[in-house]
C-alpha cells in the first residue's frame, strides 16, 4: 500500500458523471482501454487548499490531449464537478496535487477502441513543497518527435518513468511532485526551475501551463496588453 494512500480523495466516474468514493472502494474496470494499451490522457495540477491552480487552462490542454487520440471531448461541467468534490472542505492538504485522467473506457485486449463511454477520475493528495533548487542530468534517449503521441499528454508514461530513474542513478534531484518532464533533445530535468524558466521544448514538446502563464504576464506588465485593447476597441465610440 502506498505510504498516505487513505488520505488520497477519489472521485471515479465516466463523461457522463460519477461520485466520490472511498480509496478502499475505488474501482476501474479491467478492460479499461487506459490499462491495457495506454488508451488516455491526464492533467496534473497544483491545489491550494480547495482552489486548483490555472484550471481552465489545464482542461484546454486536457481537450486538446483529448482530440489527438481521438476521444470524446470530456465534459467540462462534469470535470469541474469532480474536482469540486476531491477538495471540498479544504482539500487533502493546505498545499496538494489534483490529477485528472481520462481514458478510453471498456474495450477490446489489443489496440482497436471499444464503443464505451470514456473513463474518468479525478484525485487529490497531499505534496511536498517544492525545493528552492533543483539540478538536471542527461539521459541518452530522445524523443520520437514524429510520433502521433507527440507533444500529447497521454497515459502512456512508460518512457518518463526509465528517464526519471536514470535521472535519479545520476544524481539528479527529486521534484517532490512526481510529475517531471524529458525534454526532446534527451535533458531529464527535475524541479520548478528548471521546467518553468530553463527547459526549451523543441518538436513533439507538451505545451507547459507555466510557460504560458509567464508569457501572459509578460504582456501585462511591459504594457503590451493596454496596447492590444486600444486597437481591439479603436473604433467602439
Given at each position: 500500500?502506498?505510504?498516505?494512500?487513505?488520505?488520497?480523495?477519489?472521485?471515479?466516474?465516466?463523461?457522463?458523471?460519477?461520485?466520490?468514493?472511498?480509496?478502499?472502494?475505488?474501482?476501474?474496470?479491467?478492460?479499461?482501454?487506459g490499462?491495457?494499451?495506454g488508451?488516455?490522457?491526464?492533467?496534473?495540477?497544483?491545489t491550494?487548499?480547495?482552489?486548483?491552480?490555472?484550471?481552465?487552462?489545464?482542461?484546454?490542454?486536457?481537450?486538446a490531449?483529448?482530440?489527438?487520440?481521438?476521444?470524446?471531448?470530456?465534459?467540462?461541467?462534469?470535470?469541474?464537478?469532480?474536482v469540486?468534490?476531491?477538495?471540498?472542505?479544504?482539500?487533502?492538504a493546505?498545499?496538494?496535487?489534483?490529477?485528472?485522467?481520462?481514458?478510453?473506457?471498456?474495450?477490446?485486449?489489443?489496440?482497436?477502441?471499444?464503443?464505451?463511454?470514456?473513463?474518468?477520475?479525478?484525485m487529490?493528495?497531499?505534496?511536498?513543497?517544492?525545493?528552492d533548487?533543483?539540478?538536471?542530468?542527461?539521459?541518452?534517449?530522445?524523443?520520437?518527435?514524429?510520433?502521433?503521441?507527440?507533444?500529447?499528454?497521454?497515459?502512456?508514461?512508460?518512457?518518463?518513468?526509465?528517464?526519471?530513474?536514470?535521472?535519479?542513478?545520476?544524481?539528479?534531484?527529486?521534484?517532490g511532485?512526481?510529475?517531471?518532464?524529458?525534454?526532446?533533445?534527451?535533458?531529464?530535468?527535475?524541479?520548478?526551475?528548471?521546467?518553468?524558466?530553463?527547459?526549451?521544448?523543441?518538436?513533439?514538446?507538451?505545451?507547459?501551463?507555466?510557460?504560458?502563464?509567464?508569457?501572459a504576464?509578460?504582456?501585462?506588465?511591459?504594457?503590451?496588453?493596454?496596447?492590444?485593447?486600444?486597437?481591439?476597441?479603436a473604433?467602439?465610440q
Amino acid at each position: 500500500v502506498v505510504a498516505g494512500w487513505h488520505a488520497v480523495r477519489i472521485w471515479i466516474g465516466d463523461r457522463d458523471g460519477g461520485r466520490l468514493v472511498d480509496p478502499d472502494e475505488a474501482r476501474i474496470g479491467v478492460l479499461d482501454h487506459g490499462l491495457t494499451v495506454g488508451d488516455g490522457v491526464f492533467e496534473t495540477l497544483k491545489t491550494t487548499g480547495p482552489v486548483p491552480f490555472a484550471l481552465r487552462r489545464h482542461l484546454r490542454r486536457l481537450d486538446a490531449s483529448a482530440a489527438a487520440m481521438g476521444l470524446a471531448a470530456p465534459d467540462h461541467d462534469v470535470v469541474r464537478e469532480a474536482v469540486v468534490s476531491v477538495l471540498a472542505g479544504g482539500g487533502p492538504a493546505p498545499q496538494g496535487r489534483l490529477r485528472i485522467t481520462y481514458s478510453g473506457g471498456a474495450g477490446p485486449l489489443g489496440s482497436d477502441r471499444g464503443e464505451a463511454v470514456p473513463s474518468l477520475i479525478v484525485m487529490a493528495d497531499a505534496s511536498a513543497p517544492w525545493p528552492d533548487t533543483t539540478s538536471v542530468a542527461t539521459v541518452p534517449w530522445v524523443r520520437n518527435e514524429r510520433s502521433p503521441i507527440a507533444g500529447v499528454k497521454t497515459t502512456s508514461y512508460a518512457e518518463n518513468v526509465i528517464a526519471l530513474q536514470s535521472v535519479y542513478g545520476e544524481g539528479g534531484g527529486t521534484s517532490g511532485a512526481g510529475n517531471d518532464v524529458v525534454t526532446p533533445g534527451g535533458v531529464g530535468t527535475t524541479g520548478p526551475a528548471v521546467s518553468a524558466y530553463r527547459t526549451y521544448f523543441d518538436i513533439g514538446g507538451i505545451d507547459t501551463i507555466a510557460r504560458a502563464l509567464l508569457r501572459a504576464a509578460a504582456v501585462v506588465e511591459d504594457g503590451r496588453l493596454d496596447a492590444f485593447r486600444a486597437e481591439r476597441y479603436a473604433g467602439w465610440q
